[in-house]
């Protein structure tokens, strides 16, 4: 009897075994099939569709035109960086170290006192946001635009985001905010530029507006997003204690979800700064206007110097942004400030992952 028990417990470990075999296996299958799809899809079918070939990168003209590319980009002419160097036809990196290594006390905006590089103080008093003959008026243009939209649209992103959550509002009521922000998203901020061009024309006020209505859509649903994903525990505390509707919302809800708001927005804000960019190419200003004016004069070195511009300006946002959005994680150990962040950015052992 015991031997038969023996046995019959070995067999249903056999067969669960087996089973389990059997399911990884169909998973492995289900992998490799999912894998080769993808890449039946993309090499063999999309590629084909739309005409790209790896064997164009190589030949001996491609090769040709992007050398004769990348070697006019070289070296990069910063004389169009502030009105100074521009004026006074400063050339090469000589305008750059110009720019850089004159100081002078002064009043930023005005109001804020302190000692400002002088040429860059210089052009952003004499900026004008449909100038894009000067890099840094031009990154003015870029950088206001980014944060401006980021702004406008955050009031709205909040409430389409808050009335989008289930929790806030019952399907399907809340379905008309999601429905909204979703029909938002669907269009790209480029397209939402070209709708708005026929109501204020081609200027920075458009690539605002584009932007804000861009930020509406992505905010609000990351919002939606979190909103949704917050525990009960303090909602029903704030019920208990004979709360209404509207403080359950924002002493239960919203009180949990304060720094992955504030996070995201940051999020968005370097989104932001690059649509702006994007958005210039189309004639409403900043940095992506000036680049694209140049290379179309196939002045490539001066070119250089915008492109570069763009991404000292991505660099910043996004280290400023990082460096906040740590400061928000809860738990974070690694409190570093902007300096030690940009310290760390010499830190080889920062690069390879051997330090903290």
Do not use: C
């Amino acid at each position: 009897m015991a031997t038969d028990d023996a046995s019959e417990l070995a067999q249903n470990i056999e067969d669960a075994r087996q089973r389990l075999w059997r399911k990884r296996m169909i998973r492995r299958g289900l992998y490799v099939t999912a894998f080769l799809t993808i890449v039946y899809l993309t090499y063999f079918v999309f590629l084909d569709f739309l005409g790209f070939n790896f064997a164009d990168l190589t030949t001996p003209r491609a090769q040709r035109e992007f050398s004769r590319f990348v070697g006019g980009l070289l070296p990069p002419n910063f004389e169009d960086l502030t009105t100074y160097t521009k004026e006074n036809e400063i050339k090469g990196f000589a305008a750059l170290s110009t720019t850089l290594f004159t100081w002078e006390f002064g009043m930023l905006w005005g109001i804020i006192p302190g000692v400002w590089p002088t040429h860059i103080m210089d052009t952003l008093a004499q900026a004008t946001a449909g100038n894009g003959n000067v890099i840094i008026s031009a990154a003015y243009t870029t950088v206001a635009a980014g944060f401006t939209g980021t702004v406008l649209g955050f009031p709205f992103a909040l409430l389409f985001g808050v009335l989008g959550s289930e929790r806030v509002i019952p399907f399907p009521f809340n379905f008309i905010f999601r429905g909204t922000m979703s029909t938002i998203r669907a269009i790209p901020a480029i397209v939402w530029l070209l709708i708005y061009i026929p109501i204020l024309g081609i200027s920075p006020a458009t690539g605002v507006l584009a932007i804000t209505t861009d930020t509406v859509g992505n905010l609000g649903r990351l919002f939606t997003d979190e909103l949704e994903e917050i525990d009960d525990g303090p909602i029903e505390a704030i019920r208990s204690t004979g709360g209404n509707r509207a403080q359950v919302v924002i002493f239960g809800m919203l009180s949990q979800v304060t720094n992955s708001f504030i996070a995201w927005t940051l999020y968005i804000l370097e989104i932001n700064t690059r649509i702006a960019i994007t958005l210039g190419v189309l004639g409403v200003g900043g940095l992506g206007m000036y680049i694209d004016g140049r290379l179309g004069l196939l002045e490539y070195p001066t070119a250089a110097a915008g492109i570069v511009a763009v991404i000292v300006i991505v660099l910043s946002i996004e280290l400023v942004s990082s460096r906040i959005r740590a400061y928000l994680r809860p738990g974070e150990q690694e409190k570093r400030g902007f300096v030690g962040a940009l310290l760390d950015l010499f830190n080889p052992g920062k690069w390879l992952g051997m330090s903290r």
